[in-house]
């Protein structure tokens, strides 16, 4: 069973979050507790999965218990719910809470959060990577873009526009601020794909709270993997979303599917980041697997750590709250028939754009086919017609590329 701990001052709140919750008796192992060190003891005892705390508690505050719970059980997911807007509590929570739902929520809610949210740790195998994993706050960014942020928040006009483009520009940026509005941290009730909205939504006054006080944001440390090319990565993952926004067009998709696909692109490789950043060592084994043993990244890694970058992003990105469909394309863009999806969507065009742009293994020894495309997946779902008009929508951005060189 999910064995789920809610933490809340409130005895009538406890009470009702135990009503709300009662159909779920036979499915979670639920216990309720009135503050942070009752619930520190009482994990002593139990190995929990989930902790739902409240923010505002006497003695001890959601935040804190949050940071403890992050330093002595990572493993766990942790869930702030709070009817409390106070913008200090909630700054002081980005760094210890998965995800942050706001009071009142209703049962089907707070099931398909943590639902949602534990099923994604079957996509690694290896503890010690869940582990590391859920620990992670923050992501870094590519130097040059950490540089930028930095100096226009330290300017004394600093640009909400400027500001934007900068974020947009860099994956380990976009992630985070996709997290603290695609779920309840700052009380923005929209399903917001595009990092500049977000940060025009969130203002210059909690930007320049996130980055400089809290230090949401860091610098990539390339003497971590002199050898790996992080410059490439960010290219790489700039040019797959572009190429999925535009798929995804081409085939009249909604607005939201067109955004999602953009923004799945953008991020599809991020657990090379989180993989990179956090065991250098052995991301450098996997670099000499892929140039000595000629297999792919993804096979090297799954070797390495039992689980691919895809498997990885999916589950970071997962925990932090972000849309299945973003979630989806990050854990199947290289394996789709593994999701049971029938029709175009972002892992679509995210599978294709990265096959498409993908300078490793591009062409076969011919030159006239794209190896790291599923073609009986396409033609499975009706879409291998629409394989050449894509590969021209990538051949005209090519074009536009070196004409503007």
């Known amino acids: 069973m999910l064995k789920t701990i809610f933490v809340d001052d409130e005895p009538n709140v406890l009470r009702s979050i135990r009503r709300m919750l009662h159909g779920l008796r036979q499915e979670w192992d639920m216990k309720f507790v009135e503050s942070g060190s009752e619930a ?11 902790i739902v705390s409240d923010m505002r ?31 200090e509590m909630i700054l002081e929570s980005v760094r210890s809470a998965h995800q942050y739902l706001s009071k009142p929520t209703d049962a089907e809610t707070l099931k398909s959060t943590v639902s949602r949210t534990l099923a994604l740790k079957d996509l690694l195998a290896d503890e010690s990577l869940k582990v590391i994993v859920a620990r992670l706050d923050s992501l870094p960014s590519l130097p040059t873009l950490y540089a930028e942020i930095m100096q226009e928040l330290r300017s004394s006009d600093p640009s909400i526009r400027k500001l934007g483009q900068i974020i947009s520009k860099d994956i380990g940026m976009t992630a985070k601020v996709l997290q603290l509005v695609n779920t309840a941290f700052f009380g923005i009730p929209r399903h917001i794909e595009d990092p500049g909205q977000a940060v025009s939504l969130l203002g210059i006054d909690t930007i320049k709270a996130l980055v400089l006080t809290i230090e949401v944001f860091s610098k990539f440390d390339q003497a971590k993997a002199a050898a790996f090319d992080i410059e490439k990565l960010w290219g790489h993952s700039m040019m797959t ?34 993989l990179v950043e956090n065991f250098s060592e052995k991301y450098t084994t996997v670099m000499k697997i892929v140039t000595h043993e000629d297999v792919s990244p993804s096979e090297a890694e799954s070797q390495v750590f039992e689980a691919g970058h895809a498997e990885v992003g999916a589950f970071l990105l ?19 028939r593994q999701c049971p999806i029938q029709s175009f969507s972002p892992l679509i065009a995210v599978h294709v754009a990265d096959a498409l742009v993908n300078e490793d293994g591009l062409h076969s020894n011919s030159g006239t086919t794209y190896p790291l495309l599923d073609y009986e997946y396409l033609q499975d779902l009706g879409l291998s017609e629409s394989l050449n008009a894509w590969q021209e929508i990538h051949a005209e951005a090519q074009r536009k590329e070196t004409n503007d060189e």
Request: aromatic share 6%; net charge negative.
């Open 241 to 274: 979303g572009e190429l999925a926004k535009k798929i995804a067009i081409s085939q009249q998709a909604d607005k939201r599917v067109i955004d999602d696909a953009y923004m799945a692109g953008l991020l599809h490789d991020i657990g090379k980041l989180v």
């Open 57 to 87: 508690m006497p003695q001890m505050d959601g935040a804190q218990l949050l940071a403890e719970v992050k330093n002595l059980y990572p493993h766990m997911v942790r869930i702030v719910l709070s009817g409390h807007s106070d913008q």
């Open 40 to 50: 520190l003891d009482l994990m002593t005892k139990e190995r929990f999965d989930v």
């Open 318 to 336: 997962g925990l932090w709250g972000l849309p299945n469909s973003i979630i989806e394309a990050l854990a199947f863009h290289h394996n789709p």
